[in-house]
């Protein structure tokens, strides 16, 4: 199947602080420890078998196999699984929120890029073992950002009472959406798959995360992906010492805000910035944050309050009872994972900048970070009429009024560009210029702000050139637009919006195995398919 890549940088999606990590723009270097490219995975092997315990490995292990008890998971993923108790194994890693049947599209690209970065490794260094891990934010508890999925330009939507860790919900209410996406999805074999899957997933089980499991299990089978839920008693037992040194040293708060600084000297922005204590406290329909007032530690919006020593106690008998918040998940993660390897998108890779020098003062290996794949895809269909109408894959990604604009004078017999007249009035003034200065310099400020009432008019009248070519024009101009709007839903990344059932419906089970074929992690170009 054809494919094109474009630079991050063209397509003018993506923040310049990405864009200029992608670059390995030198002023960067201290946000991060090693760049993704395979030779830089050795030492982060060593660094990674030094640092990590194995008896984390076992704990690991052992709540792996619980949690997939009740999964009918592949042989390769079960021997993963296996492999995590050696201490030749490793992972890559790829987080992404619970949302309903999987959320945007790039719920697969993560994940693509995660399996496909395993294989990569696996055959650069034979003697080491690479498994590729789906972490599941189920201790998340934003129920907003994912109750919903877009199919059609439709919200499918799951109403229910809001409050605590979205892995923890019960799946009361997604039978009546049931009803809605099978009417959705319509007939047909592909038809039928997804609503297979979604039924599974959402009626026959209990919860959001073992729901999660299921699905991402369903669609990943043939290529042992291993799904980690981090909301676990003995997972968290394992990060102890690093609460405790939150709770009584803020250690976190203190060094991510050096970093901020640094960033912000850098000329870039903030994604997140850190609490003082950047821990949860979490139990059946409560997450709110833990907070210390007039000495004592309290629960937000509750009555729930400890001395020090209470709280310490506390957090050694029920650890399970205390979450990271999105300053220090990425520190949970590396400690009860033997990871090489986080992989997310522009903006996760944007806070995980900001938590390195936390990862110092706590003694934690820093991963190497890597931009997900990102992809646009085209049916072959589309792919013809862009042909047909003469449209580059660049000038895809250009926002709606350049594109139009650019199409306008693609198309038009007449030329609507004033650039020369511009230039040429600019040559006409500079003897303006000239004779104020050998007259009167205070002519100069008359001279120039001629120069700029005439620009103006120009570009003025070349506006309503255009806008005349415009409605001349207007079922070409359409046209494009319809497969522009097709291809990037809502003016954004189809990516960002367009669920994965929308392409399944087209293409089937040949959508998954395609994706792994075509994508390239360490590549670092968006990539552009037509299937």
């Known amino acids: 199947m054809p494919t094109d890549c474009i630079s991050f940088r063209e397509t003018n999606y993506f923040s310049s602080f990405i864009c200029d990590y992608l670059d390995e723009n030198p002023k960067l270097k201290p946000l991060?420890?090693?760049?993704?490219?395979?030779?830089?995975?050795?030492?982060?092997?060593?660094?990674?078998?030094?640092?990590?315990?194995?008896?984390?490995?076992?704990?690991?292990?052992e709540v792996l196999k619980k949690q997939y008890q009740n999964v009918e998971a592949s042989e390769l993923t079960l021997q993963h699984i296996e492999s995590l108790q050696q201490e030749n194994t490793f992972t890559v890693t790829t987080g992404h929120q619970l949302n309903l049947f999987t959320g945007p599209l790039y719920f697969l690209h993560k994940i693509i890029s995660t399996?496909?970065?395993?294989?990569?490794?696996?055959?650069?260094?034979?003697?080491?073992?690479?498994?590729?891990?789906?972490?599941?934010?189920?201790?998340?508890?934003?129920?907003?950002?994912?109750?919903?999925?877009?199919?059609?330009?439709?919200?499918?939507?799951?109403?229910?009472?809001?409050?605590?860790?979205?892995?923890?919900?019960?799946?009361?209410?997604?039978?009546?959406?049931?009803?809605?996406?099978?009417?959705?999805?319509?007939?047909?074999?592909?038809?039928?798959?997804?609503?297979?899957?979604?039924?599974?997933?959402?009626?026959?089980?209990?919860?959001?995360?073992?729901?999660?499991?299921?699905?991402?299990?369903?669609?990943?089978?043939?290529?042992?992906?291993?799904?980690?839920?981090?909301?676990?008693?003995?997972?968290?037992?394992?990060?102890?010492?690093?609460?405790?040194?939150?709770?009584?040293?803020?250690?976190?708060?203190?060094?991510?805000?050096?970093?901020?600084?640094?960033?912000?000297?850098?000329?870039?922005?903030?994604?997140?910035?850190?609490?003082?204590?950047?821990?949860?406290?979490?139990?059946?329909?409560?997450?709110?944050?833990?907070?210390?007032?007039?000495?004592?530690?309290?629960?937000?919006?509750?009555?729930?309050?400890?001395?020090?020593?209470?709280?310490?106690?506390?957090?050694?008998?029920f650890p399970e009872r205390f979450s990271p918040n999105v300053i220090m998940r990425p520190l949970y993660q590396e400690v009860i994972l033997p990871n090489l390897c986080y992989i997310g998108g522009g903006g996760e890779l944007a806070y995980w900048f900001q938590v390195k020098s936390n990862f110092e003062a706590q003694a934690v290996v820093f991963p190497i970070l890597l931009l997900r794949n990102s992809v646009l895809i085209k049916t072959e269909k589309q792919n013809q009429k862009q042909k047909h109408l003469d449209i580059s894959n660049k000038d895809l990604f250009l926002k709606r009024p350049s594109f139009i604009n650019k199409r306008v004078r693609k198309i038009s017999n007449i030329d609507i560009d004033v650039t020369e007249q511009i230039e040429h009035l600019e040559q006409q003034f500079q003897h303006l210029y000239t004779l104020a200065e050998q007259t009167d310099k205070s002519f100069i400020g008359?001279?120039?702000?001629?120069?700029?009432?005439?620009?103006?008019?120009?570009?003025?009248?070349?506006?309503?050139?255009?806008?005349?070519?415009?409605?001349?024009?207007?079922?070409?101009?359409?046209?494009?637009?319809?497969?522009?709007?097709?291809?990037?839903?809502?003016?954004?990344?189809q990516e960002r919006n367009t669920n994965f059932s929308e392409l399944y419906l087209e293409f089937g089970e040949d959508l998954i195995p395609t994706l792994i074929e075509c994508l390239q992690p360490l590549k670092g170009e968006f990539t552009v398919i037509t299937l």
């Open 115 to 317: 399996i496909n970065l395993t294989k990569e490794l696996k055959e650069k260094y034979p003697d080491y073992n690479f498994v590729p891990i789906y972490w599941m934010a189920s201790e998340d508890h934003d129920f907003d950002e994912i109750n919903y999925f877009n199919f059609k330009g439709k919200k499918i939507q799951w109403n229910r009472e809001d409050g605590g860790a979205v892995g923890r919900f019960d799946t009361n209410g997604l039978e009546a959406v049931y009803d809605i996406i099978s009417a959705e999805f319509g007939p047909g074999k592909h038809a039928e798959q997804l609503k297979l899957w979604f039924k599974e997933a959402y009626v026959n089980h209990d919860n959001l995360a073992d729901a999660t499991r299921y699905l991402a299990n369903a669609l990943f089978t043939d290529y042992g992906l291993v799904v980690l839920d981090a909301d676990n008693a003995e997972l968290k037992r394992l990060f102890i010492q690093h609460m405790q040194k939150e709770l009584l040293e803020q250690t976190s708060f203190n060094k991510v805000n050096e970093t901020n600084k640094l960033i912000e000297a850098l000329g870039y922005g903030v994604q997140v910035n850190p609490r003082e204590i950047n821990l949860f406290y979490i139990a059946d329909n409560l997450r709110e944050r833990i907070v210390f007032e007039a000495g004592v530690f309290k629960v937000n919006n509750t009555e729930i309050s400890w001395t020090k020593d209470e709280l310490l106690k506390h957090l050694i008998e």
């Open 446 to 493: 008359a001279v120039d702000a001629q120069v700029k009432k005439q620009i103006k008019g120009l570009q003025h009248l070349e506006k309503r050139l255009l806008k005349a070519q415009k409605r001349k024009l207007a079922d070409e101009i359409s046209r494009a637009t319809d497969l522009q709007e097709q291809l990037f839903p809502n003016q954004s990344l």
């Open 32 to 61: 991060y420890n090693r760049f993704p490219n395979l030779e830089n995975f050795k030492a982060q092997i060593e660094e990674k078998s030094f640092a990590f315990n194995n008896q984390s490995r076992t704990i690991l292990v």
